[in-house]
């Protein structure tokens, strides 16, 4: 079964980093394109950022371009999300997200709470 | 543009038929995905590519599509069926984009 754990969430003051990851199992990591989305609170789902399945291209939603890094690790079959200069507003919970030829599988998510 | 629009709510009594409107100009080049999202849980896929049903979906979840508008419709909504959802499309660029999801109330 395909199983996708998030990891590395917490509470953050505004400025601060975190590095969010997601271990993958169940699939051939290596072969699919990954996502985070997120979720603020009582809002609706954002679309963040994808990586390729070969690393080679990177995608983000505007408001984290220069901000956040998304990468992975083939060999430990991990995502990633460095964020870095973090804003109030991205607290959310974070999602780890892949689209294999057996379905669309997401993780349970975790939060990132950026406060002072 | 690639926003994509959605009622905020939609509410009928059970065992009545509920539709769920996606509109965005990216829809007559762009699949659409249909996602349902209950209170702390992580989304749920019930269409993909406009009206195709995922395994273990139940058949009355059904998608249709017509120019920048795709449709969700839920026949005889049970109770079961309430919660959020929200469409989704990718575009050319390799980015995403949710609309706003939808509060279906089956009362």
């Known amino acids: 079964d395909v199983q996708l754990v998030e990891s590395g969430g917490g509470l953050v003051q505004p400025g601060g980093s975190l590095r969010l990851s997601c271990e993958a199992s169940g699939f051939t990591f290596d072969s699919f394109l990954m996502t985070w989305v997120r979720q603020a609170p009582g809002k609706g789902l954002e679309w963040v950022a994808s990586i390729k399945h070969d690393g080679t291209g990177k995608f983000y939603v505007d408001s984290v371009k220069g901000r956040f890094t998304i990468s992975r690790d083939d060999a430990k079959n991990s995502l990633y999300l460095q964020m870095n200069s973090l804003r109030v507003e991205d607290t959310a919970v974070y999602f780890c997200r892949v689209v294999t030829f057996t379905g669309d599988f997401w993780g349970r998510g975790t939060l990132v709470t950026v406060s002072s | 543009s690639h926003d994509l629009t959605q009622p905020s709510s939609v509410s009928v009594s059970p065992g009545q038929t509920a539709r769920i409107t996606c509109s965005g100009d990216v829809l007559t080049k762009k699949f659409v995905r249909w996602f349902q999202q209950k209170p702390g849980q992580a989304p749920v896929l019930v269409i993909f590519?406009?009206?195709e049903r995922p395994s273990g979906i139940p058949e009355r979840f059904s998608g249709s599509s017509s120019g920048t508008t795709v449709t969700l419709t839920i026949s005889g909504a049970q109770v079961d069926d309430e919660g959020d959802y929200y469409c989704y499309s990718a575009a050319d660029n390799n980015r995403g984009v949710f609309g706003r999801g939808t509060k279906l109330t089956v009362l």
């Open positions: 590519k406009d009206s």
